[in-house]
């Protein structure tokens, strides 16, 4: 199909699939998702892994005009339907990276909601890890924990990108995502708390890639890749990626549709191609291939998984506008900047915006290692700027939602240091211990997410 350029070449499309957490109205995890569901009866609302978690998947729209404007609209009008049906159930909606009030009782098979596929992928990653799942993360704190299920992954509630492009400049988007995926997360960072510990200022990152990590220790030091995979090199076709999943990766779902793909081809119909998408599912790339048919003609999508949600809608749209303004400015630059950057360094940069944050230092051609607040305000901004008028958005979308990156840049303020300075403030003034000054925050925190107030101008508690 590449070879003959069976696939959907027109306008670049844009999607989101953003993920959030339930709480009760003390601030605790709620395993109601079908209650939650039930009661705010729309189709874009979809129930996930955890019983404390939902999900939101926007339409996909045209990224041109304005694209932000309308997006913000139908997310907000569809958050505000959602958190007004949740109350009625006794619960209330959060956006955010990692459910900072969550207790490590509220991870268990008990929390998994009742989807026949999630059990049997539970299944699966356990029977292929052969032993106990061990969650070791070091920041402020150190958590050690074991468990026996995969639900640590439910904790980890994300905002996803899709960004459509042709088979010929997949490859050029791809390296472009990966160059910026620490930048993307030192900006927007909103998961510093996991079990009552203080960890990443992005924790979700490091414990995405260890709840989903189907090797035991023997395998791990043969070099085995794990399931979360960076990857290993910049590439020059989808293909290259599809591939390194039949090398490296075991079907997890050993599921096969009957249909015949070939005959279908010949037919002159697309193919759904089912077992590759499903395999490709089980491979938790943090820039992830997709291939889908709509409306019976087939596309390709980078798929960026980096991003942590909230604080607000604001918060989630500006950190979406940087990314697609600057990947489309990276991908089409005369020099690319993969050219000029190891493979290693990009991986070490996501680390380092995962461990700090705003505060993180991180490499950069012709700039070397720099703050990442620096390198934002003085030369990626413009970029990011200059790529979003590619798409011909609305000069006011992009002076407004940059300003947003900006002013987190210059107070220093994102969603993970406002969590942390405020449970510090509670504890430093004996208000609270730390389990208590947790749920005190979340409920600030969810006050605050739905004024949509960005999170660089929030009071600290």
Request: overall charge negative.
């Amino acid at each position: 199909m590449l070879r003959e350029s069976r696939f959907d070449v027109g306008s670049h499309q844009v999607g989101l699939e953003m993920e959030f957490n339930l709480v009760d109205l003390a601030g605790h995890a709620a395993m109601e998702n079908e209650a939650v569901l039930t009661a705010v009866a729309h189709p874009a609302w979809v129930n996930e892994l955890g019983l404390f978690n939902i999900e939101l998947d926007v339409e996909p729209a045209d990224l041109a005009g304005s694209v932000f404007t309308s997006l913000g609209s139908t997310i907000g009008s569809l958050l505000a339907h959602a958190r007004k049906r949740a109350v009625t159930t006794g619960n209330r909606v959060v956006m955010v990276g990692i459910l900072p009030s969550l207790r490590a009782r509220d991870i268990g098979e008990h929390a998994m909601s009742p989807n026949p596929r999630f059990k049997l992928l539970n299944d699966q990653m356990l029977a292929a890890r052969g032993e106990d799942m061990e969650i070791s993360i070091e920041g402020a704190d150190r958590l050690i924990a074991y468990v026996d299920n995969i639900l640590p992954e439910a904790a980890c509630t994300s905002v996803q990108c899709h960004l459509q492009v042709s088979p010929d400049t997949f490859a050029d988007y791809w390296n472009a995502a990966q160059a910026i995926a620490g930048i993307q997360v030192a900006l927007a960072a909103n998961s510093p708390y996991l079990f009552g510990h203080e960890l990443w200022r992005e924790t979700r990152i490091t414990l995405f890639e260890q709840a989903t990590d189907t090797r035991p220790e023997e395998l791990k030091e043969q070099g085995v890749r794990p399931r979360v995979f960076f990857g290993d090199r910049w590439i020059t076709s989808v293909f290259d990626l599809f591939e390194e999943n039949l090398r490296y990766f075991s079907a997890l779902l050993p599921l096969s549709e009957d249909t015949d793909p070939l005959a279908m081809l010949d037919s002159g119909e697309a193919p759904d191609l089912a077992e590759l998408t499903l395999h490709n599912g089980t491979v938790y790339r943090w820039n992830r291939p997709v291939y889908a048919v709509v409306d019976g003609k087939p596309h390709l999508r980078v798929e960026n998984r980096v991003l942590p949600n909230g604080p607000t809608v604001t918060d989630v749209l500006a950190n979406v506008a940087f990314y697609y303004g600057l990947v489309r400015e990276l991908a089409e630059a005369e020099r690319p900047v993969w050219s000029q950057m190891s493979f290693s360094a990009a991986e070490a940069n996501l680390r380092a915006g995962a461990k700090h944050g705003l505060d993180a230092e991180v490499f950069w051609p012709r700039a070397g290692v720099v703050p990442v607040t620096e390198l934002t305000l003085r030369r990626l901004l413009p970029l990011a700027a200059s790529g979003l008028a590619k798409y011909e958005v609305d000069g006011a979308d992009i002076d407004r939602l940059l300003s947003v990156i900006e002013r987190r840049c210059v107070t220093g303020q994102n969603g993970a240091s406002w969590q942390v300075e405020s449970v510090h403030r509670l504890q430093g003034a004996g208000l609270a211990d730390r389990d208590e000054a947790l749920r005190l925050m979340t409920q600030d925190y969810i006050d605050k997410m739905d004024s949509d107030e960005p999170v660089h101008s929030w009071p600290l508690m």
